[in-house]
C-alpha cells in the first residue's frame, strides 16, 4: 500500500499558487518501508543510560519524527547500503583572523617598539649631556684654578717693579724671565683647553700624509736641547711609517709625553723613544726608568687636570704640556681623534706609554 502511494505522489499534479506543475523525481527512491527495515536498531547493550530519557515518537509511520529538546524533527531518509550512524555535533570551525587585524597588530607592534627605542636613545642623551655638563663645570673650575697661580705671580713682579724693587739690572732680569715662563705657561694652558674643547665637539683635524720617523727625528732633537740632564735614545726598526693625520698634533702627542718624563723625574732618568709596526699599526714606545707613575694615579693618568705630584714647572715652549696636568689628556685626545690609542703599560721600574696609530 506504501509502494502504491508513493507512485501515485510521483505522478500527482502539485498545486503552488493555483498553478498546476508535474514533478517527477530525477532517481526512484526504496520504498519506506524498505528503508526502515535496513536501518540498524539499537541493542540492548547500547540502549540509552537510565538518567538519559530516550525520545518519544511522535508522528506516522509515512513520516516519523524524534522529540528533541521538546520538539520533533523527520528522521532523515537514507538511500539503499547507507546505513545511519550516530548523531554527533560538529566541530566548531575555528575564528577566522582578517587580514585587516593582522595588518594592525603588527603595526601597534612596530609602534610600541620604536617608542621603547626612542625613550631608551632620549634617555641615554639626557645622561650624556648631563655628564658632559658635569666635565665642563670641573673643567673650567680646575681651568681657572690653574690659571690663578701664573697671573699671580705676574701680578707680584708687577707691583714689585711699580714699588722701585726691580731697580737692580739683574733683579730685573730674573723678574723678566720669570714672567715670560707664566705668560707661556697661560698660553700653553689655553691653547691645550681650546684643543680639548674642539676635540670633544668631534671636530675634525687636518689630515695629510706624515712620515712618523722623521716626526719622531725631530722630537727627539728638540727634547735634548730642552733638558740636556735627560738623555734620549731613539731606535727606529726597518719599514715603512707614514700614517694620515695632523702632524702639528702627531707631534704634540711624542713632545707631551717626553715632557711628562722631563718635569716627573730626577735629572740623568734615561728614555727610550722606539718606533715600529705591529698588527697593520703604527706604534711609538717611551719608556724610562725613573721612578715611574704612583700606584694611586695609574688609572686616572689620563685624566684632566692630573699632576704627578711634582710642582709645575716652567714650560720650555708652548705645547709641550709643562705640568699643568693636561699634558696626558691631551695626547690621548689627538690619539683617539686620529682612530688610536695611548696606554700606559704596565712594568717594573720607570713609565712604558705606547701609542697604536692606524696604518
Not at 502504491?4 to 505522478?11: F, G, I, K
Not at 671636530?203 to 727627539?220: F, G, I, K, M, Y
Not at 736641547?225 to 702627531?250: C, E, K
Amino acid at each position: 500500500m506504501a509502494q502504491l502511494l508513493w507512485r501515485r505522489q510521483q505522478t500527482e499534479p502539485l498545486r503552488i499558487s493555483g498553478s498546476t506543475r508535474h514533478v517527477r523525481a530525477a532517481t526512484a527512491l526504496p520504498p519506506l518501508t524498505a528503508v526502515t527495515a535496513r536501518m540498524p536498531r539499537a541493542t540492548p547493550a547500547e540502549a540509552a543510560p537510565p538518567h538519559e530519557a530516550v525520545p518519544a515518537a511522535c508522528g506516522d509511520g509515512a513520516g516519523r519524527h524524534a522529540a528533541v529538546a521538546g520538539g520533533c524533527r523527520p528522521e532523515a531518509v537514507l538511500p539503499p547500503g547507507v546505513r545511519a550512524g550516530p548523531l554527533t555535533a560538529a566541530p566548531a570551525a575555528p575564528p577566522r583572523v582578517g587580514a585587516g587585524m593582522v595588518l594592525t597588530t603588527a603595526m601597534l607592534l612596530v609602534l610600541s617598539l620604536a617608542t621603547v627605542l626612542l625613550c631608551v636613545r632620549l634617555r641615554r642623551e639626557r645622561a650624556g649631556r648631563r655628564r658632559s655638563e658635569q666635565r665642563l663645570l670641573e673643567l673650567l673650575a680646575t681651568a681657572g684654578h690653574e690659571l690663578r697661580t701664573p697671573l699671580t705671580a705676574i701680578s707680584g713682579y708687577v707691583s714689585l717693579a711699580r714699588m722701585g724693587g726691580l731697580a737692580d739690572p739683574d733683579k730685573f732680569d730674573v723678574a723678566m724671565s720669570r714672567m715670560t715662563d707664566e705668560t707661556r705657561r697661560m698660553s700653553a694652558l689655553i691653547d691645550e683647553l681650546v684643543l680639548l674643547a674642539r676635540l670633544d665637539l668631534g671636530q675634525s683635524l687636518h689630515r695629510e700624509p706624515v712620515n712618523l720617523a722623521r716626526l719622531c727625528r725631530d722630537a727627539t732633537a728638540d727634547a735634548q736641547v730642552s733638558s740636556p740632564h735627560h738623555p734620549i735614545r731613539l731606535t727606529i726598526l726597518p719599514g715603512r711609517y707614514t700614517v694620515l693625520g695632523d702632524r702639528d698634533r702627531l707631534y704634540q702627542v711624542v713632545t707631551n709625553l717626553l715632557a711628562n718624563v722631563r718635569h716627573h723625574t730626577p735629572h740623568g732618568t734615561r728614555t727610550v723613544l722606539g718606533l715600529g709596526n705591529e698588527d697593520g699599526h703604527r706604534v711609538i714606545e717611551i719608556i724610562d726608568d725613573g721612578p715611574g707613575i704612583p700606584a694611586e694615579l695609574r688609572d686616572s693618568a689620563f685624566e684632566r687636570f692630573v699632576h704627578g705630584g711634582k710642582l709645575p714647572a716652567p714650560v720650555a715652549h708652548p705645547g709641550t704640556g709643562g705640568g699643568n696636568g693636561l699634558g696626558l689628556s691631551v695626547a690621548a685626545a689627538i690619539v683617539a681623534a686620529h682612530g688610536g690609542d695611548l696606554t700606559l703599560e704596565p712594568s717594573a721600574r720607570g713609565a712604558w706609554f705606547r701609542i697604536r696609530l692606524p696604518a
